[in-house]
């Protein structure tokens, strides 16, 4: 067998006939054999080293290879001991063709083991020996190629590499240097149990370095894919900050924020005409520089620096703009759904960082200047899903005058729960860089369209989703957990169904009546309308009318045309006409809190005759308690209905004014906002009805107009 390990390429391949672990060993036993005989020439034994690993790495997925004896064979110890010198022989000086061939070898026979046989192979039981034994303190302890080669010292050896040589100096394109880095940064990406904060800063000075910049300018056009160095710098490094850095994303995107968006006047500048003509290789480096921009837009301190000039008359906002007309043109964007055909990667990174950047409010204002609105309505046909997300909301939320006639309404609430239900258990609660809490920001703003309510509330799994991120604990409470409640308030003013959906959902509910019973002066009044909606104001209507039907029952026994007053027992007597009013109002205003002022106003003027009793809830206690709001509408004779767009917009004046509307009780609406037309739900509600309107002629005016209204309306009661 000595011979034939002489001529080792044979021997080796004779492992994809080998069944049986023995011989593997036996096999790899004298693999070391000749590798000791080598000792004395370490040419030869990094050839011998360098053809095994190529042979080898061709055929990993076998069987024998995760199995723990294997694993655990002086051979994987060699190669790791190997490894690791060349690796650091590779910071320091230049290695011989051998060396390079060796380290090559090596480097790829690691990334195919850690990435396809990477743990031993498991049977049922010790894949559940925790669960199976919860007593147990004795834990398996898996041995992995992971594990083996990516060890503390080898994590050094990387860094240093990366932070004394790579950052620091520049080679040739096809370097080995950048094919052996490019190889294990792609790797450490992949794997879970690397300790990736201490790769993390050399990388991030990798993306700072000259290099890095300078590649953007000498990007061969002609070539049919991106050289190591370029897929080093360009695509791995950045791709391992967006995806490894979520710990300290704030810190390492300000870090980052001064260079690479001063940078973006030099790189788009001059190379705008080619990226408009779709060329491959270039667009492909563009949209992984933007894709890095949008990471960094995701942090909220770097957002004002989109819209500066460095030493350019263009902002990066420009630039984007001018992307977006470009590409818009251009038939694979609309054709492809995947993000390696790099124009379509390009118009998804650059629409998706745009949406980032609206939620900075200079940003958003500037871009509701710009005719970005028509540009993403030619985007809707794209079949790329965060296209489509990002292009029908940024045309949503910049013309919000619209949102009741949303271009698609089925797609839109479609392509917010995708990302809903793509970010939620995502570490990063981002997808395709849009990060799960501002997708529920702007699903606040458009979930105020009846269509798109009714789309939430029949998709199987809409308010499913929603559920999960108001109650989840491992979620932010501010900005995530809060508005997906709300979302929810939301919705449940839609059809029957939800209000069954939202009631059968018990880890919800068991939320929602948790949080009624906090000091969380915000969530708990949401969640009382909620809990009121969906559970407390059937009872309460039905008590309502119980009473009802009880004081119909009191008026036939007691007939107060025959006696001026009825005995009872003790000789006690009272007016019938008196108690039922008493506790009662003439008139009652309901109004959004924000508009109390001119609301106060009518009330005081109202209330200086003795001629109305009137309910005005001055303290706000309706929105914190709507049964006391359904009580002073049951107890009023007439609902004066003071619209506006805050009232249009405001959840407890919505119930306030469906709950008059249910009860049948008659209305004046009265309009207080000269810019509001009513539209949606408010519409149904105040339309039937002839309006006040205080906003077009003066106070006293529209005063006099509102008592004719109401004595009418008395009267006309009266006669009923």
């Not at 390492?252 to 290789?281: A, D, P, R, W």
């Not at 980032?356 to 409010?361: I, V």
């Amino acid at each position: 067998m000595d011979v034939s390990l002489q001529n080792h390429q044979p021997v080796i391949r004779q492992l994809r006939k080998i069944e049986s672990n023995r011989d593997v060993i036996a096999l790899f036993n004298e693999v070391i054999l000749i590798l000791n005989k080598t000792i004395h020439n370490q040419t030869d034994g990094f050839k011998i080293l360098s053809t095994i690993c190529f042979e080898m790495a061709g055929f990993i997925t076998l069987k024998p290879f995760n199995n723990p004896e294997i694993m655990n064979h002086e051979f994987f110890i060699i190669l790791k001991q190997t490894f690791q010198t060349l690796l650091t022989k590779l910071t320091f000086i230049s290695l011989g063709k051998q060396d390079e061939q060796c380290i090559d070898g090596i480097s790829l026979l690691i990334a195919n083991l850690c990435l396809y046989k990477n743990t031993i192979s498991t049977c049922f039981y010790t894949d559940n020996n925790e669960e199976l034994n919860p007593i147990n303190e004795e834990k398996f302890s898996f041995i992995s190629y992971e594990k083996i080669f990516f060890t503390d010292s080898f994590l050094k050896r990387f860094v240093r590499i990366l932070e004394d040589d790579i950052a620091v100096h520049s080679y040739d394109k096809y370097h080995i240097k950048y094919k052996i880095v490019d190889r294990l940064l792609r790797l450490c990406i992949k794997l879970n149990d690397i300790d990736k904060k201490v790769i993390i800063d050399s990388i991030v000075k990798c993306v700072e370095s000259k290099t890095y910049m300078n590649l953007y300018q000498t990007v061969d056009l002609g070539q049919p894919i991106l050289s190591p160095k370029e897929s080093f710098f360009l695509f791995q490094c950045p791709k391992f900050i967006r995806l490894c850095s979520f710990e300290r994303q704030d810190e390492i995107s300000n870090k980052l924020s001064k260079s690479i968006i001063k940078y973006h006047g030099n790189i788009f500048e001059k190379n705008l005409s080619n990226i408009l003509i779709g060329e491959f290789v270039l667009n492909s480096a563009i949209a992984s520089y933007v894709e890095l921009l949008n990471h960094i837009a995701l942090t909220s301190t770097t957002r004002e620096l989109f819209i500066k000039k460095f030493d350019t008359d263009k902002t990066v906002v420009d630039q984007m703009i001018e992307i977006l007309k470009g590409l818009s043109s251009i038939e694979s964007i609309y054709r492809n759904t995947k993000l390696f055909h790099a124009d379509v990667a390009l118009m998804s990174y650059s629409i998706a960082l745009l949406y980032n950047l609206t939620f900075e409010r200079k940003i958003f204002y500037e871009l509701r200047t710009r005719n970005v609105k028509d540009i993403c309505k030619e985007l809707y046909k794209a079949k790329d899903k965060t296209i489509q997300f990002a292009s029908r909301t940024l045309a949503v939320i910049l013309n919000q005058e619209d949102i009741d006639s949303i271009d698609s309404p089925s797609k839109v609430a479609n392509s917010y729960l995708y990302f809903i239900e793509n970010t939620i258990d995502n570490s990063t609660v981002t997808h395709h860089g849009i990060k799960l809490d501002g997708v529920l920001i702007n699903l606040e703003v458009i979930i105020q369209s009846d269509a798109i309510k009714d789309e939430i509330i029949n998709h199987d799994n809409g308010i499913l989703l929603l559920a999960r991120c108001a109650y989840e604990p491992n979620l932010d409470n501010e900005t995530i957990q809060h508005p997906a409640l709300r979302i929810i308030d939301a919705v449940s003013f839609g059809k029957d169904s939800v209000v069954k959906q939202i009631k059968e959902n018990d880890a919800l509910m068991n939320h929602i009546r948790e949080l009624c019973d906090t000091n969380d002066k915000y969530q708990v009044v949401t969640a009382k309308r909620i809990l009121w909606k969906v559970d407390e104001e059937l009872k309460f209507v039905s008590t309502q009318e119980q009473q009802k039907q009880n004081e119909i029952k009191l008026i036939n026994v007691f007939d107060e045309k025959k006696a001026i007053y009825q005995y009872i027992r003790g000789d006690h007597y009272f007016s019938l006409e008196e108690h039922k009013n008493s506790g009662k109002f003439n008139l009652m205003i309901s109004y959004c809190q924000e508009d109390k002022d001119i609301c106060l106003k009518i009330y005081n003027r109202l209330t200086t005759s003795d001629c109305y009793k009137v309910a005005f809830d001055k303290d706000n206690l309706h929105t914190a308690n709507p049964k006391a709001m359904a009580k002073t509408v049951e107890n009023s004779s007439i609902i004066l209905i003071c619209f506006s767009t805050k009232y249009q917009n405001s959840y407890a004046s919505r119930l306030e004014a469906e709950y008059t509307m249910k009860r049948n009780r008659p209305i004046i609406p009265i309009k207080i906002d000269h810019q509001y037309n009513s539209r949606g739900w408010l519409k149904e509600i105040i339309d039937k009805e002839k309006y006040i309107d205080f906003t077009k002629y003066e106070f006293n005016t529209s005063f006099t107009q509102l008592i004719d209204q109401i004595n009418e309306l008395r009267e006309n009661l009266r006669k009923l």
